[in-house]
């Protein structure tokens, strides 16, 4: 009003007159308004009391302040569905600042608070199979060296916000791991069954119920934006920007990841032509097909050098062709790094998987490499022999009852024969390939075939045995 009163004037309806404003300079901030200016809202002609025009901007200033502030502290306390939700006493917290000690301290904070939780009735598990137990143990020792602990991990979606109730969906049951670097780890399982809930936990996304985990000394509960600057992602579904290029995506995001502009060209010359977008670097994501836009999420994870990556289901859309790629560079990626993957692809998971996790309904059944899992919950191994007539057919049943009598028939027709080996008899096998290729063997024997049981079966028969 003060400004305007000296720049427009004003007019009196009591006179009738118009009375012009002399101007408003700077020095004006800090002097009274001329009474001729002022409005009069009386008969006696007394006019308002109008404070110096610089106290309006201390008060909008006082505003902008309180309002930010404020905003920020809403946003923390009470976020969207997506973020974490602190305390509202977190802005008091040393850990909040950067602060709270070192890594020895976040270790030990980590094994108090999450160590005791094993012990509650919801987060206890029956059956467990002696590698998860082992890895949960292996997460809670305080002599190991590992660069990511996840411990007794639990999230439950409420179907009400007054409490538990028979409703709730538990999406992730009481998961302890450790992860190191150099390794990609591969999570199996159905839709459902708590593979992406996991990564959302992980990467800050959605906050646990309970439990935690802990990262180059930092809690994903506490701390997330420490680990948010060396974690790169590659969501299940695209984030891409449809009038931007490959190129115009990677110096972006190398951009918010303070990358120089030689550093940028790099990226975008190797990974490009890693992942075979190099042809189509100028060309706008919209018109990408869905295994591009995958190819260049992927690489758009991996801007920054980060000492930790999470792929959930990244080949999903590809042609065979490009996903060998996609491995291949992966491959090379993890060394120095913890990779994280989800995937559906039981073959995927065996070519890429140092290590593999199968989840069913939330629980980690079963843990171990490619072949440890095989090896432990597969039928052993597969023999085909391919007989040309019915009289070789019955010397060849004879054939394998004397060499390996626990060899069980699974299947019989159209002169093949497929027999499961179970683990048992392992030692048994090279002998008995010897017998095959000896000529015993050629003269019943057209063909055959040895394999072992795929992950694919490991996979159906724990999904079988926990819902039964």
Same mark, same amino acid.
């Given at each position: 009003?003060?400004?305007?009163?000296?720049?427009?004037?004003?007019?009196?309806?009591?006179?009738?007159?118009?009375?012009?404003?002399?101007?408003?300079?700077?020095?004006?901030?800090?002097?009274?308004?001329?009474?001729?200016?002022?409005?009069?809202?009386?008969?006696?002609?007394?006019?308002?009391?109008?404070?110096?025009?610089?106290?309006?901007?201390?008060?909008?200033?006082?505003?902008?302040?309180?309002?930010?502030?404020?905003?920020?502290?809403?946003?923390?306390?009470?976020?969207?569905?997506?973020?974490?939700r602190y305390a509202p006493y977190f802005?008091?917290?040393?850990?909040?600042?950067?602060?709270?000690?070192?890594?020895?301290?976040?270790?030990?904070?980590?094994?108090?608070?999450?160590?005791? %939780?094993?012990?509650?009735?919801?987060?206890?598990?029956?059956? /467990?199979?002696?590698? $998860?137990?082992? !890895? #949960?143990?292996? +997460?809670?020792?305080?002599?190991?060296?590992?660069?990511?602990?996840?411990?007794?991990?639990?999230?439950?979606?409420?179907?009400?916000?007054?409490?538990?109730?028979?409703?709730?969906?538990?999406?992730?049951?009481?998961?302890?791991?450790?992860?190191?670097?150099?390794?990609?780890?591969?999570?199996?399982?159905?839709?459902?069954?708590?593979?992406?809930?996991?990564?959302?936990?992980?990467?800050?996304?959605?906050?646990?119920?309970?439990?935690?985990?802990?990262?180059?000394?930092?809690?994903?509960?506490?701390?997330?934006?420490?680990?948010?600057?060396?974690?790169?992602?590659?969501?299940?579904?695209?984030?891409?920007?449809?009038?931007?290029?490959?190129?115009?995506?990677?110096? %972006?995001?190398?951009?918010?990841?303070?990358?120089?502009?030689? /550093?940028?060209?790099? $990226?975008?010359? !190797? #990974?490009?032509? +890693?992942?075979?977008?190099?042809?189509?670097?100028?060309?706008?994501?919209?018109?990408?097909?869905?295994?591009?836009?995958?190819?260049?999420?992927?690489?758009?994870?991996?801007?920054?050098?980060?000492?930790?990556?999470?792929?959930?289901?990244?080949?999903?859309?590809?042609d065979p062709v490009n996903r060998r790629?996609?491995?291949?560079?992966?491959?090379?990626?993890?060394?120095?790094?913890?990779?994280?993957?989800?995937?559906?692809?039981?073959?995927?998971?065996?070519?890429?998987?140092?290590?593999?996790?199968?989840?069913?309904?939330?629980?980690?059944?079963?843990?171990?490499?490619?072949?440890?899992?095989?090896?432990?919950?597969?039928?052993?191994?597969?023999?085909?022999?391919?007989?040309?007539?019915?009289?070789?057919?019955?010397?060849?049943?004879?054939?394998?009852?004397?060499?390996?009598?626990?060899?069980?028939?699974?299947?019989?027709?159209?002169?093949?024969?497929?027999?499961?080996?179970?683990?048992?008899?392992?030692?048994?096998?090279?002998?008995?390939?010897?017998?095959?290729?000896?000529?015993?063997?050629?003269?019943?024997?057209?063909?055959?075939?040895?394999?072992?049981?795929?992950l694919e079966e490991v996979f159906l028969?724990?999904?079988?045995?926990?819902?039964?």
């Amino acid at each position: 009003m003060s400004i305007s009163a000296m720049t427009t004037g004003k007019f009196d309806v009591l006179t009738g007159t118009t009375i012009k404003g002399p101007g408003f300079q700077w020095g004006d901030l800090y002097r009274k308004l001329p009474s001729n200016v002022l409005p009069v809202y009386s008969t006696d002609g007394a006019a308002v009391d109008v404070p110096v025009p610089a106290t309006f901007f201390y008060l909008m200033l006082m505003n902008i302040g309180v309002y930010s502030l404020l905003t920020w502290y809403l946003d923390k306390v009470i976020p969207d569905e997506y973020g974490r939700r602190y305390a509202p006493y977190f802005f008091l917290t040393p850990s909040y600042w950067g602060f709270g000690g070192n890594e020895s301290t976040a270790l030990n904070e980590f094994i108090d608070n999450n160590l005791p %939780l094993g012990d509650r009735e919801e987060f206890r598990v029956l059956d /467990e199979d002696e590698d $998860v137990a082992e !890895e #949960r143990k292996r +997460a809670f020792d305080r002599d190991l060296h590992v660069p990511m602990r996840i411990g007794n991990l639990r999230k439950v979606y409420r179907n009400n916000w007054f409490g538990t109730s028979k409703l709730d969906k538990v999406a992730v049951r009481s998961l302890c791991l450790t992860l190191e670097e150099g390794k990609l780890f591969a999570l199996l399982g159905q839709n459902g069954a708590g593979k992406s809930t996991t990564m959302s936990c992980l990467s800050g996304l959605t906050p646990p119920t309970a439990g935690d985990a802990i990262c180059f000394g930092a809690s994903v509960t506490k701390n997330m934006d420490k680990i948010r600057s060396q974690m790169g992602i590659c969501p299940q579904h695209d984030i891409l920007f449809d009038s931007l290029t490959p190129v115009e995506h990677i110096e %972006l995001f190398g951009g918010l990841k303070n990358l120089s502009r030689a /550093e940028i060209k790099k $990226v975008t010359d !190797e #990974r490009l032509e +890693a992942v075979k977008l190099t042809k189509v670097k100028d060309h706008h994501s919209s018109t990408f097909s869905g295994g591009m836009k995958r190819r260049l999420s992927v690489v758009i994870s991996t801007i920054g050098d980060p000492a930790i990556v999470f792929l959930d289901e990244p080949t999903t859309g590809m042609d065979p062709v490009n996903r060998r790629h996609v491995w291949s560079f992966l491959e090379e990626f993890k060394k120095g790094r913890i990779v994280v993957l989800t995937t559906h692809s039981m073959y995927e998971a065996d070519i890429l998987g140092d290590q593999i996790g199968i989840m069913v309904r939330g629980r980690m059944r079963a843990l171990g490499s490619g072949i440890r899992l095989k090896n432990k919950f597969g039928a052993g191994y597969q023999v085909a022999l391919t007989c040309t007539s019915s009289e070789k057919i019955a010397r060849a049943k004879a054939l394998v009852a004397r060499e390996i009598p626990e060899a069980e028939l699974q299947d019989d027709s159209a002169g093949s024969l497929m027999y499961r080996m179970p683990n048992s008899v392992t030692s048994k096998i090279p002998a008995f390939v010897k017998v095959l290729e000896g000529p015993e063997g050629k003269a019943i024997i057209e063909s055959w075939g040895l394999s072992q049981t795929t992950l694919e079966e490991v996979f159906l028969k724990l999904i079988r045995e926990a819902t039964d």
